[in-house]
């Protein structure tokens, strides 16, 4: 067999997968799903980074952000991340009135609200359409509230645990969050976190809402990733389609025992 003279390869104008550009001729990585980077000096040891997301709705609330990464036995890995949440909509109250009362008592955990506000309300109940519209707020609580209609919603039955929206609210919100943390997994393959901490870069969460993410190992799959949840006292996909997680994730990984 004749001798091979073998040569990196090189391509002046960068280089692609079915077209699309993955390093353009400027040397820029364009389009890749992870970047991998190997320590010369220790083979045991690489870097990756990559996106992350997920979606949260009325009916998945807490969930593993995409993709994971697995991990092998017998390894030492620093996992952080940059965590930015997204969504469209407009707080949402829930009510009571009595039967013939014009008074419209509110719960909506940290409104916010002081005594004497004007606020702008849609109510969900279209048959109460005509009730839309500004109205003045009596500050009970830091969660409750109430506000008087100019006639009754209904003269002869009480409304029980309807919702409303307030529109006079922003409708979009945003939470980012900062993440460090280190991952051991054992010489059986079970993974546990050794350390981690958190930190709120931006914290602009509706009221009613409670919006959290956190480092999470799983031991069926082997995986780590990061899960972010949310608790809401009413449905979040009234004007949009859920939240919306995003993170940059780094991962430093390498053998505990070299």
């Known amino acids: 067999m004749a001798t091979q003279n073998l040569k ?3 391509s ?35 870097k ?8 949260l709705t009325d009916v998945v609330q807490s969930g593993e952000m995409l993709p994971t990464h697995e991990v092998e036995a017998d390894r030492i890995v620093f996992l952080s991340g940059f965590f930015l949440a997204t969504w469209v909509g407009y707080p949402v109250a829930v009510f009571d009135v009595n039967a013939n009362s014009t008074q419209v008592n509110c719960t909506l955990p940290d409104h916010g609200l002081t005594t004497g506000d004007n606020i702008v309300i849609d109510f969900s ?22 506000f008087n209609t100019t006639s009754p919603l209904d003269v002869n039955a009480p409304i029980l645990q309807e919702n409303l929206e307030i529109t006079s609210y922003p409708l979009n919100w945003e939470y980012a969050a900062k993440i460090e943390s280190a991952v051991i997994s054992s010489p059986t393959q079970t993974l546990t976190i050794a350390a981690s901490t958190t930190t709120v870069v931006k914290d602009n969460v509706p009221p009613g809402h409670t919006w959290t993410i956190v480092p999470t190992v799983n031991n069926v799959t082997n995986v780590l990733t990061f899960t972010p949840s949310v608790a809401s006292n009413a449905g ?8 919306r997680w995003s993170g940059k994730v780094e991962i430093v990984y390498s053998q505990r025992n070299y």
């Open 12 to 46: 002046e104008g960068g280089f692609s997968v079915s077209e699309a550009t993955i390093i353009d001729a400027d040397r820029n990585i364009i389009d890749a799903h992870t970047v991998k980077v190997l320590d010369n000096n220790n083979d045991k040891t690489f």
């Open 8 to 10: 990196s390869f090189q």
């Open 125 to 146: 109940n279209n048959a109460r359409d005509s009730a839309n519209g500004t109205y003045s707020v009596t500050v009970v609580d830091s969660s409750t509230f109430n």
């Open 48 to 55: 990756k980074e990559y996106m992350a997301h997920l979606g």
């Open 236 to 243: 979040i996909e009234l004007r949009g389609n859920g939240i």
